[in-house]
Nanobody
């Protein structure tokens, strides 16, 4: 019912910047919380940043001050601006959202993931 399409991953040098985008489409009443997670081989997926419908945000300690999450509610799109990137930011980044699919039901959805590599 909800599809998440991510874009913006790639290769960047240490200290560089990337911007990820994720657009939600499909049949839903509204999109509530949206967020970005990341995962490296052999490790659990971890929260990077999340934002609620009214704009409240939270970040992993490792990215505070470097990453900024934002959203465009009219476009059902969430962004992750990543600055001063470090090799340890290398991971597959996944978009996540909680969407209200009927007036009484909501569910979580995931994007397909986009590779981010920080290397010189």
């Amino acid at each position: 019912q909800v599809q998440l399409v991510e874009s913006g991953g790639g290769l960047v040098q240490p200290g560089g910047s990337l911007r990820l985008s994720c657009a939600a489409s499909g049949r839903f009443v509204s999109v509530n919380r949206m967020g970005w997670y990341r995962q490296t081989p052999g490790k659990q997926r971890e929260l990077v940043a999340a934002i609620t419908g009214d704009g409240s945000t939270n970040y992993a300690d490792s990215v505070k001050g470097r990453f900024t999450i934002s959203r465009d509610n009219a476009k059902n799109t969430v962004y992750l601006q990543m600055n001063d990137m470090k090799p340890e930011d290398t991971a597959v980044y996944y978009c996540n959202c909680n969407a209200r699919i009927t007036l009484v039901a909501h569910d979580d959805y995931w994007g397909q993931g986009t590779q981010v590599t920080v290397s010189s």
